[in-house]
Each structure stands twice: as C-alpha cells, then as structure tokens.
C-alpha cells in the first residue's frame, strides 16, 4: 500500500513546541489542550510580525530536531515499510526545512521513508522544482491508499479521491471541525492507526 504521512502533529509534537516558544517570545501562554485553531496567529493572537518570527524560530534547524516523537509514530511507520508499504512523509513545511527535516527522519530510524514538501498552506512565495517538491496534482498522482493528517486546511489535498482513506490524528484544532466525507476516520494515537491500517493489509 501507498501510505501518506504528514509530519507535524503526527510524527511529532510540534503543536507543543510552538506552545513553548510562543510562551518564550510573547508571554503568550495558551496550554495545548486549549489550542482550537490550526492557525497560530489566531491561537496564540499574534500580529503579523509576531507570527513571521514565531514560524522563523519554529522551523531554525536545531529547533526542528529538537521536537518531539509522537509516542508510536517510528516504529509504527517502521514496520509498514518493512511489510513492504510505501511511506511517503507529506510536509507543508517550507521548503528550506528540508534537510532538518530529513535529519529527524533518519535520527528516528525512518531513512527509508520518502520525504516530500508541499505548500498546503500557501506560504511558499516561489515555485521550486526539486525533486523533493510536490504540487496537490503530483500528490494526487501518487494514488495512498491511506493518509494520516492532522490539519482541516490539508483536507482538500484529498477530496475527489474515493478510494483513499484519511486518518485524522486527533489534536485540539481539528476537534470541532466536520469531515468533508465518510472516507475520513478521527484517530487517538498510532496505535488506532496501526490497527486500521492493518485491517486492510
Ligand atoms: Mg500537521
């Protein structure tokens, strides 16, 4: 099977770390469990200029590998590869968090997983065309089987596509939004995955 993967917030806890450094820059102390919004401008009520600096000091290369496992999440996607699945890790980080990005995979055991950057949320000023840049239709033509998302504003990367099946990993900002169709199930950690996707191997 083709299996997606999206990086932050589902491999690792990058919600929390964003919590941490907003506390750090703008004594702005908003616990995870009560971040209801993808957008952090709107959770942590960040001016412009605050959140260009929180995004740049959120994804500095150390800070990028200093985020946390999400429990489950290597050795769950360790063992799809090693069933012979395909991962592809799905990121809509900006592209020059590659490397760091790469890093992390590789230091968690996941050098076999692809990585890919995507702009799923408009914020790249520029068209890249590395090999490891993808546009919605590349991703479209990759045909999962699976994809593991936890952002709303990812969902549309996803819709007209019947047969995939779209695993919610259950954060604070996605609670209170709809599911565009039956295809996507709200998952509690990886071991919920791991179960569905084992279901249909
Ligand atoms: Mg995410």
Known sequence: M?????????????????????????????????????????????????????????????TLLSYE????????????????????????????????????????GLQRAGLYCLDKYGRETSVKSSDFCLTPEDCRRMRFDFAVEDSPRAFGLFSGLPDLRVLVFDRPWNRDCGFPNGNFTRCFGWEDIRRIVAGRA
């Open 2 to 62: 083709r299996i997606y993967v999206d990086f932050d917030d589902c491999l690792c806890e990058t919600g929390r770390s964003f919590a941490r450094l907003a506390a750090e820059l703008f004594g702005r102390d908003v616990p995870y469990g009560e971040m209801r919004f993808f957008e952090m401008d709107k959770t942590f009520g960040l001016n412009c200029e605050q959140f260009e600096l929180l995004m740049a000091r959120g994804h500095e290369p150390e």
């Open 69 to 108: 496992e999400t429990p489950g999440a290597a050795c769950t996607v360790s063992e799809w590869i090693s069933c012979g699945h395909q991962v592809s890790v799905v990121t809509g980080r900006p592209f020059s968090a590659y490397e760091p990005s790469r890093r992390w995979l590789d230091a968690h």
